[in-house]
């Protein structure tokens, strides 16, 4: 069965620090990945997505994600956090005939001056 | 392409009554998608529409929910005999690649 994890349920960092949230997910075949952000009373805005090739995959507002096959994982970067970026990330695979999404359980990101 | 939309935004019902959410997917996009998210929880899907076919129910969707998408175009969701456990967020996404989904700002149902 599909599932995915995210490991952390909060994340604090400074601003102005690197950042990695994980993802790790379980499928039988290739996985179509998607990092979301969802801020209060928003919906989820994509911020990037991986269906094949490279493995390194840039998104919106400076954030990247790398597809690792051998780790089952497809964690998302960025390399300086803004005070904007505090919010909740939802990693996400699509799977099935109609492609929904399994989503994990999000990390809560807080950014301190 | 104006995004997806939902309404009402938040709903705040008494147990035991009935309730209807409507989405509204981009212009032209076929799938239509619907995921229920609970405090702490990551979204967890219910049902999807590719046009006006409904095509996959997950178990969650039990009978007091029904789902339609009339003409291809908007969906309802309803709850019949709302009960407490249905409070959540119900998020609506549309597709047109089948793919990459695209998220309205959900409901927020409040039962009493």
């Known amino acids: 069965a599909q599932s995915v994890t995210q490991p952390d349920i909060h994340i604090t960092v400074s601003e102005g620090a690197s950042l990695e949230l994980r993802c790790n997910y379980s499928?039988?075949?290739?996985?179509?990945l998607f990092w979301y952000v969802q801020s209060p009373g928003q919906g989820l805005q994509l911020l990037l997505k991986?269906?094949?090739?490279?493995?390194l995959v840039q998104g919106i507002k400076g954030f990247e994600a790398e597809f690792k096959r051998s780790q089952s994982s497809f964690n998302l970067r960025k390399p300086s956090v803004h005070w904007s970026d505090a919010a909740e990330y939802v990693c996400?695979?699509?799977?099935?005939?109609?492609?929904?999404?399994?989503f994990g359980t999000g990390t809560s990101l807080t950014v301190i001056p | 392409d104006t995004g997806v939309s939902q309404n009402p935004r938040h709903k705040i019902t008494k147990r035991g009554q009935n309730v209807t959410f409507r989405c509204d997917p981009i212009?032209?996009?076929?799938?239509l998608y619907w995921y229920r998210q609970t405090l702490g929880q990551g979204p967890e899907f219910l049902t999807y529409?590719?046009?006006?076919?409904?095509?996959?129910k997950s178990r969650l969707l039990s009978d007091r929910f029904s789902a339609e998408r009339p003409k291809g175009s908007f969906s309802t969701l309803e709850i019949q005999r709302t009960e407490q456990g249905d409070s959540a967020m119900y998020l609506c996404?549309?597709?047109?690649?089948?793919?990459?989904?695209?998220f309205g700002p959900g409901t927020r149902l409040t039962v009493l």
């Open positions: 996404a549309s597709s047109s690649s089948g793919v990459t989904q695209y």
């Open positions: 996400a695979v699509g799977a099935g005939t109609g492609n929904q999404f399994y």
């Open positions: 529409f590719q046009n006006e076919a409904q095509l996959e």
């Open positions: 991986y269906f094949s090739g490279d493995t």
């Open positions: 499928y039988g075949a290739t996985p179509y």
């Open positions: 212009s032209e996009h076929n799938r």
